[in-house]
T-cell receptor, first 113, second 113 residues
Framework: DTEVTQTPKHLVMGMTNKKSLKCEQH?????MYWYKQKAKKPPELMFV???????INESVPSRFSPECPNSSLLNLHLHALQPEDSALYLC????????????FGPGTRLLVL | GENVEQHPSTLSVQEGDSAVIKCTYS??????FPWYKQELGKRPQLIID?????GEKKDQRIAVTLNKTAKHFSLHITETQPEDSAVYFC????????????FGGGTRLMVKP
């Protein structure tokens, strides 16, 4: 099973809302990633979790907060987002960090009003 | 950090013709080069990858070549079909950088029937 699942598929939120995106994989992978993708642009890495250690893209604002409850689950908590945060949020996983293939989930399309 | 450039940004070919997409990278330590295909509204899907100890890899109608000296790699699609129409992203990473993929800007391939 090479599937990464994400919920919800679509999300509309106001700038004062708090919401969470969820990602799950059952491939036994030990590394999971969050990417942001704007229209007609490549995915941009936001966060990496591997063996419960977080690595951050320092340009990501603090209104995005990742959480890794266990090695199969990855959440992205959203708070006080801006309209420019509207994008497709992709989760990915890989066996580990050693130059391994990353498998992407279907993404959550987020609209911030 | 790594910088990946991809050309062309758009490519239109006739069904049955070949398509070639080229990428250059800046970090000589990069050693893993995947190619992803992303159809409209879908997730990026790995179509082929190559590691720095190999110069060429082929999978049916798709091939990738790597020139480590010149720091460029290319995707070749032969006998193109309308279902090959999508956006293609190249990427580069090395395990010393935590498997963090740096993507090229993408190529929109249109295959005309």
């Amino acid at each position: 099973d090479t599937e990464v699942t994400q919920t919800p598929k679509h999300l509309v939120m106001g700038m004062t809302n708090k919401k969470s995106l969820k990602c799950e994989q059952h491939m036994g992978h030990r590394a999971m990633y969050w990417y942001k993708q704007k229209a007609k642009k490549p995915p941009e890495l936001m966060f990496v979790y591997s063996y419960e250690k977080l690595s951050i893209n320092e340009s990501v604002p603090s209104r995005f907060s990742p959480e890794c409850p266990n090695s199969s689950l990855l959440n992205l908590h959203l708070h006080a987002l801006q309209p420019e945060d509207s994008a497709l949020y992709l989760c990915a996983s890989s066996q580990d960090l050693g130059g391994r293939t990353q498998y992407f989930g279907p993404g959550t399309r987020l609209l911030v009003l | 950090g790594e910088n990946v450039e991809q050309h062309p940004s758009t490519l239109s070919v006739q069904e049955g013709d070949s398509a070639v997409i080229k990428c250059t990278y800046s970090d000589s330590a990069s050693n893993y080069f995947p190619w992803y295909k992303q159809e409209l509204g879908k997730r990026p899907q790995l179509i082929i990858d190559i590691r720095s100890n190999v110069g060429e890899k082929k999978d049916q109608r798709i091939a990738v070549t790597l020139n480590k000296t010149a720091k460029h790699f290319s995707l070749h699609i032969t006998e193109t079909q309308p279902e090959d129409s999508a956006v293609y992203f190249c990427a580069a990473s090395h395990h010393n950088a935590g498997n963090m993929l740096t993507f090229g800007g993408g190529t929109r391939l249109m295959v005309k029937p």
